[in-house]
């Protein structure tokens, strides 16, 4: 089957990245879901940005832990989008979309997962972190969400396979750049995580060779190309 097709931040090739206009363009151009990140601001709300101030997007600096909601909306991202929290992007995306949802630190998981319960979402939402911390702190307060692995290093992924039946993993979540590096080793992994039931997320994929190459091989795609990559997947696994 054709893997899913996932927004890298929303459209972030052509639209303000995680913004509520960059994820509903995702869809509208035939993404299955979209990818993004939070933060606990400094009032203790989630809010949705990647890194831990406004500078690179906005082009002033508010540092995210240390500003309230109403400080970071100062930030101006383009496209008349400012910062949105989580539960914003929860009721603004229409049911049956996937939402995968990066926690950058432990603070913010139990928001994550109290909205995710609040909105019904929980089986269409995805709590994904590099940080096995927050991975183990989601499981202890919910049995049920989903909850995948980030992965940035061999210690890493290996960590995943090991720990993935424990903690209840859904999801192992390798750079494609990394695949690309280790040729058959990266093969073998993905068959081996596949065997222990974890579905396969590839980010970031915005070659469309690379999205058919890696295709059969995982079970979904992230992209911040998402009508270029959509387009070169179309029609796989029909």
């Given at each position: 089957m054709r893997p899913l097709l996932i927004g890298h931040r929303g459209y972030s090739a052509k639209y303000p990245e995680n913004t509520l206009l960059s994820f509903m363009a995702a869809l509208y151009y035939g993404?299955?879901?979209v990818e993004l990140d939070v933060w606990a601001a400094g009032d203790g709300r989630s809010v949705v940005i990647h890194d831990e101030d406004t500078e690179r997007v906005a082009g002033v600096r508010f540092p995210v832990k240390g500003s309230s909601v109403s400080?970071?909306?100062?930030a101006y991202l383009g496209m008349g989008q400012v910062v949105p929290t989580l539960d914003e992007v929860f009721r603004a995306l229409p049911a049956g979309k996937l939402l995968l949802v990066e926690a950058k630190d432990v603070d913010v998981v139990g928001e994550v997962v109290g909205l995710a319960v609040e909105h019904g979402?929980?089986?269409?939402t995805?709590?994904?972190?590099?940080?096995p911390e927050a991975l183990v702190r989601a499981r202890e307060l919910s049995s049920r969400l989903?909850?995948?692995l980030n992965v940035d290093s061999l210690e890493k992924a290996e960590w995943g396979l090991r720990r993935s039946?424990?903690?209840?993993?859904?999801?192992?979540?390798?750079?494609v750049e990394g695949l690309e590096a280790l040729g058959g080793k990266a093969l073998d992994y993905l068959e081996k995580a596949r065997r222990a039931g974890l579905k396969v997320y590839v980010w970031t994929v915005n070659d469309p060779q690379q999205a058919l190459r890696w295709a059969p091989h995982c079970d979904a795609i992230i992209t911040?190309?998402?009508?270029?990559?959509g387009?070169?997947?179309?029609?796989?696994g029909e």
């Amino acid at each position: 089957m054709r893997p899913l097709l996932i927004g890298h931040r929303g459209y972030s090739a052509k639209y303000p990245e995680n913004t509520l206009l960059s994820f509903m363009a995702a869809l509208y151009y035939g993404a299955d879901g979209v990818e993004l990140d939070v933060w606990a601001a400094g009032d203790g709300r989630s809010v949705v940005i990647h890194d831990e101030d406004t500078e690179r997007v906005a082009g002033v600096r508010f540092p995210v832990k240390g500003s309230s909601v109403s400080e970071l909306r100062r930030a101006y991202l383009g496209m008349g989008q400012v910062v949105p929290t989580l539960d914003e992007v929860f009721r603004a995306l229409p049911a049956g979309k996937l939402l995968l949802v990066e926690a950058k630190d432990v603070d913010v998981v139990g928001e994550v997962v109290g909205l995710a319960v609040e909105h019904g979402r929980l089986d269409e939402t995805v709590l994904i972190s590099f940080i096995p911390e927050a991975l183990v702190r989601a499981r202890e307060l919910s049995s049920r969400l989903m909850i995948g692995l980030n992965v940035d290093s061999l210690e890493k992924a290996e960590w995943g396979l090991r720990r993935s039946g424990e903690i209840g993993l859904h999801t192992i979540n390798p750079p494609v750049e990394g695949l690309e590096a280790l040729g058959g080793k990266a093969l073998d992994y993905l068959e081996k995580a596949r065997r222990a039931g974890l579905k396969v997320y590839v980010w970031t994929v915005n070659d469309p060779q690379q999205a058919l190459r890696w295709a059969p091989h995982c079970d979904a795609i992230i992209t911040d190309e998402v009508e270029k990559v959509g387009r070169a997947l179309r029609g796989v696994g029909e």
